[in-house]
Nanobody, 125 residues
Framework: QVQLVESGGGLVQPGGSLRLSCVASGITLDSYTIGWFRQAPGKEREGVACISVSAGTTYYVDSANGRFTISGDNAKNTVYLQMNNLKPEDTAVYYC??????????????????WGQGIQVTVSS
């Protein structure tokens, strides 16, 4: 049984930071690509970043590039999303997803096989 569990969300002021975690079970990071997606109210789900631990590659969409960092810890079977200099436009429910044989860069939701429940990130003053 595959399970992805996100944590680390919450309320933060503009310019602040949050670190999201995605703990995976039933899969290993060396065989799956992990992506972070988000969905704001009234908007479509969009990709944020993805990582292939086995290939040692990462990808960021333009809005996240330079502010966010995605990383993985094989020992903990966990992928992180460090978010710095947060902006109100970053407010959304954030999801982690796992896809088998997904290449970097791929930020298409249909390419991913398993999804977490999502976690709220709110950036507001």
């Amino acid at each position: 049984q595959v399970q992805l569990v996100e944590s680390g969300g919450g309320l933060v002021q503009p310019g602040g930071s949050l670190r999201l975690s995605c703990v995976a079970s039933g899969i290993t990071l060396d065989s799956y690509t992990i992506g972070w997606f988000r969905q704001a109210p009234g908007k479509e789900r969009e990709g944020v970043a993805c990582i292939s631990v086995s290939a040692g590659t990462t990808y960021y969409v333009d809005s996240a590039n330079g502010r966010f960092t995605i990383s993985g810890d094989n020992a903990k079977n966990t992928v992180y999303l460090q978010m710095n200099n947060l902006k109100p436009e970053d407010t959304a429910v954030y999801y982690c997803a796992a896809g088998d044989w997904v290449t970097i860069p791929t930020m298409t939701s249909s390419e991913y096989d398993y999804w977490g429940q999502g976690i709220q990130v709110t950036v507001s003053s």
